[in-house]
């Protein structure tokens, strides 16, 4: 098993653009989650998806949308990149009736 | 709303001393809770969690944790550190059948050689 992978690692941007992280799980998981990380703000949840065919905001869903594809796929779309998005972005996934939580590689954003 | 809190942002420690690293949650009822680590370009990987039963739980590389109720506690402690713990500590609390981990803003340890 990959476990969850995400796409790309690293992505420079241009304010303004526009860009779509990728996130897949393998692990038959109901619920995938999307956060991202900033230095001494630990991650904050930006969207999650209780399962497929649903999603809801978490604490900063500003700026961002998501699209649960099927139940193995979850992306995070920036519609116009903000250098306040630079920012290193989590995807996770967790299986019903547990709340442990199994995290991708994470991938590296940075909005000039 | 729920909130974490960790005590220090930046730990230093030498080689062989003892860790314990703070988490204070905000929350009445019943909860789970998890130390998180992430190793300097690594994905966050679960260290230990806590869902009932004994409050003194045991993780993995020597790592345990104790959740105190009547302290909305769940320290970190490891008896040596080596200079391979060196990395960030995440203290995160969900609400029992909640869907939303609460992440405090972490602890960076280094252990010097």
């Known amino acids: 098993n990959a476990g969850v992978t995400q796409t790309p690692k690293f992505q420079v941007l241009k304010t303004g653009q526009s860009m779509t992280l990728q996130c897949a799980q393998d692990?038959?998981?109901?619920?995938m989650y999307w956060y991202r990380q900033d230095p001494g703000m630990g991650l904050r949840l930006i969207y999650y998806?209780?399962?497929?065919?649903?999603?809801d905001k978490g604490e900063v869903p500003n700026g961002y949308n998501v699209s649960r594809l099927n139940k193995r796929e979850f992306s995070l779309r920036l519609e116009s990149a903000a250098p306040s998005q630079t920012s290193v972005y989590f995807c996770?996934?967790?299986?019903?009736?547990?709340?442990?939580?199994?995290f991708g590689p994470g991938t590296r954003l940075t909005v000039l | 709303a729920q909130s974490v809190s960790q005590h220090n942002h930046h730990v230093i420690l030498s080689e062989a001393a003892s860790l314990e690293l703070g988490c204070n949650y905000s929350?009445?009822?019943?909860?789970?809770l998890f130390w998180y680590v992430q190793y300097p370009g690594q994905h966050l990987q679960l260290l230990l969690k806590?869902?009932?039963?004994?409050?003194l739980v045991k993780g993995i590389k020597g790592f345990e944790a104790e959740f105190i109720k009547s302290k909305f506690s769940f320290n970190l402690r490891k008896p040596s550190v080596q200079w391979s713990d060196t990395a960030e500590y995440f203290c995160a609390v969900v609400m029992e059948y909640g869907n939303k981990l609460v992440f405090g803003a972490g602890t960076i340890l280094r252990v010097k050689s």
């Open positions: 998806s209780a399962s497929e065919g649903t999603t």
């Open positions: 996770a996934s967790r299986d019903r009736g547990y709340n442990e939580q199994f």
């Open positions: 692990m038959n998981h109901n619920s």
């Open positions: 806590y869902f009932s039963g004994d409050p």
């Open positions: 929350y009445g009822g019943t909860v789970n």
